[in-house]
């Protein structure tokens, strides 16, 4: 190859070389000013928190139902003492022969009377208009104690059928280590609802009443034992567990023979 044609070539690879370069700053500036350009476009960097979601328009939220107090227990029911504490009596007051008979509801020889005696009596003497019997507690323990608080607070009308039915099952109930439970399912089969039930057991003021009522009955009739019955206003005094035929030979003696069935001379 001749110098000339060297030199024409060396010359045109030169050339080449300065367009390459010149080609390639041109792209890189452009491609330089067209990043720039993006970055101005993004929004400022913030800090990483939560976001905290925009209210909802007021009409959009659901009403909250307002706040409930707990059920409030049932309020106590008031025990009218001296209406617990009137007389309990079954048959005529007019009639001829009073009897008062102080019992205790666990007493046995009392349920004797209530179940064996007191059907014939009612029978043949109190429904006749002959006999007045009026019902006083004597309660000889905590069980007796509680049974008697029950019936005073029952309706006078439903006092003798309680305490006919206590006194029925007297041995399922009385020496239970439970019978406050089986008095209450008894109060409830009479119509008296747990809350009175309940503020009849707290009652203080009926509790001293039936203590007064048997301090009374020790001072004037010296009743210390159970079933008494005092006949007559004190006339004649019968006490434990009697035939009918003993309390017809006193009926006899306090109402001039008026009232009570000779004995059949055989």
């Known amino acids: 190859m001749s110098k000339q044609n060297e030199k024409g070539s060396s010359s045109g690879l030169l050339i080449g070389l300065l367009i390459v370069l010149v080609v390639g700053a041109a792209l890189v500036g452009w491609l330089y000013i067209n990043k720039s350009q993006q970055m101005n476009a993004l929004p400022e960097a913030t800090e ?29 029911v008031v025990i009218d003492v001296a209406n617990a504490m009137s007389v309990r009596a079954i048959g005529n007051p007019q009639a001829p022969v009073k009897i008062i008979e102080y019992a205790s509801l666990t007493c046995s020889h009392c349920a004797h009377f209530h179940n064996d005696v007191l059907p014939e009596m009612k029978t043949k003497y109190i429904d006749t208009g002959k006999v007045y019997l009026e019902f006083r507690e004597f309660p000889l323990n905590d069980p007796a104690l509680k049974a008697a608080m029950t019936a005073r607070c029952l309706p006078e009308d439903k006092y003798e059928g309680f305490t006919s039915l ?15 439970a089986s008095l209450r399912q008894n109060a409830k089969l009479a119509g008296m609802s747990d809350a009175t039930f309940d503020s ?8 001293q009443k039936i203590a007064e009522r048997m301090q009374e009955g020790k001072d004037k009739w010296k009743i210390n034992a159970t079933p008494t019955f005092i006949v007559n206003d004190g006339a004649e ?18 109402s001039n023979n008026t009232v009570g069935e000779t004995p059949k001379v055989e």
């Open 166 to 180: 206590l006194f029925k099952t007297q041995e399922h109930w009385a020496g239970n280590m439970n019978y406050m």
């Open 48 to 76: 990483m928190t939560e976001a905290t979601p925009p209210a909802p328009p007021a009409d959009s939220v659901p009403a909250q139902p307002a706040p409930t107090e707990a059920t409030a227990p049932s309020a106590p």
């Open 200 to 207: 009849c057991q707290a009652s203080d003021a009926l509790k």
């Open 237 to 254: 005094t019968i006490s434990g567990a009697v035939p009918l035929a003993e309390f017809e030979r006193v009926f006899r003696k306090v």
